[in-house]
């Protein structure tokens, strides 16, 4: 298999703020990899300097064995790389099938787009159901799900996911951790940023926890579900 991603010796600072501290981990290929901890606790930031939303001051980003630390996020787009932004960032006014089309905006075989759309809406036919609707009018569920579907339709290797189930009814919590799971097995790894620890580690390979930008506990993500230490500061819920 081999390693998708490496982060090596990530330094991030917003202003004099040093936000990521010589952050290091990695991510095989096919694995759910889960960066968890508090709030606050530079994971968003760390998943928007890999995607190459936020510069880093120093370190490097390894993609399938490319270096992509300066490269900017739209290209990444076209090698493979899908972020799932934190608040869903669907567009409103625009239908549901427009904003899956957007999605596409990198591939150019009409015939492979419409047959992932044909995917996409296997694995959530609510989307299906409302593809003409404006996705303003979805809840909160149904525009998460659209997020990704939309990410899906660039035909990514790795997705990052950041915050998908925040704001979420524990209803729709579990479909989505559920749907996490089955486009890993559909053969995309998956690095997930997520507050809802008991959740993430439940669906991840590995786990990686930080605390104000460092990478404090590291493994299996089902030991640190053992770990009194991360039972006591993230699964007491």
Do not use: W
Request: cysteine-free; hydrophobic content about 40%.
């Amino acid at each position: 298999m081999g390693k998708i991603l490496e982060v090596k010796n990530l330094n991030v600072y917003y202003g004099v703020i040093h936000a990521i501290k010589n952050v290091s981990f990695d991510v095989e290929e096919g694995e759910i990899v889960t960066l968890i901890g508090a709030n606050g606790a530079g994971k968003t930031t760390t998943l928007q300097t890999i995607t190459g939303l936020i510069q880093a001051k120093s370190g490097e980003v390894i993609y399938g064995g490319n270096d992509i630390t300066k490269i900017p996020g739209y290209k990444l787009v076209s090698m493979g790389i899908a972020h799932v932004p934190e608040g869903r960032r669907v567009f409103s006014d625009l239908s549901v099938y427009q904003n899956l089309m957007l999605g596409a905006f990198t591939r150019k075989d009409k015939a492979e787009i419409e047959n992932t759309l044909s995917v996409v809406y296997k694995r959530f036919p609510r989307l299906e159901e409302r593809k003409e609707q404006r996705a303003g009018t979805l809840s909160g569920g149904e525009q998460q799900m659209l997020a990704m579907g939309r990410a899906l339709m660039s035909h990514p290797k790795m997705m990052l996911l950041d915050e998908p189930s925040m704001g979420l009814s524990p209803i729709y919590v579990n479909e989505i951790f559920d749907i996490i799971k089955k486009i890993n097995e559909d053969g995309v790894t998956v690095l997930l940023v997520e507050q809802n620890a008991n959740k993430a580690l439940a669906i991840a390979n590995r786990a990686y926890v930080l605390e104000t930008g460092n990478i404090v506990l590291s493994g299996d993500a089902h030991k640190l579900m053992e770990d009194p230490q991360v039972k006591a500061a993230y699964l007491s819920e």
